[in-house]
């Protein structure tokens, strides 16, 4: 019975966190998931979503610690992946970018956002044709 309160309450302090940083409370929503994570040290998505607090304020270190603490716990996480790129891309690492963003794709090979944003890494790089590739499947993906 403890531990279903203790899931309950992990979820309470989770959709919190959720709001606070949906609100740009980045700082109050990453309190609440630090207490998700010490209810349950398992909990892929708070630490995804610490890691995406920790970058809205721009400590990109912090933020690709929880990352690739979500990757440990489900290799699976195209999302963790993703974000994971987009804060090595703000440290200047476009190499470790492009090899989180290769994973995001591999994983779902119809992330749009994983596309156009290795498509920015490669322009930035000047390999303008790579760029362009990946600019059109995003397209393709996604019209609009």
Do not use: Q, W
């Not at 304020?57 to 979500?70: H, P, Q, V």
């Not at 992946?81 to 591999?106: D, Q």
């Amino acid at each position: 019975m403890a531990d279903i309160n203790n899931e309950e309450e992990a979820e309470k302090f989770y959709d919190e966190g959720l709001k606070l940083f949906n609100n740009g409370e980045y700082l109050k929503s990453i309190e609440c998931f630090n207490k998700v994570i010490e209810i349950n040290p398992d909990y892929e998505d708070a630490y995804n979503n610490r890691g995406t607090a920790y970058a809205s304020l721009g400590e990109y270190e912090k933020a690709i610690e929880d990352f690739s603490k979500a990757i440990g716990l489900n290799p699976n996480n195209g999302n963790a992946y993703y974000n994971r790129g987009t804060a090595y891309v703000k440290l200047g690492e476009h190499l470790k970018a492009i090899e989180n963003y290769n994973k995001a794709i591999e994983i779902n090979p119809d992330y749009e956002d994983a596309y156009n944003n290795r498509g920015n890494v490669y322009n930035d790089l000047g390999e303008h044709l790579k760029a362009i590739e990946n600019y059109n499947k995003a397209i393709e993906i996604n019209p609009k």
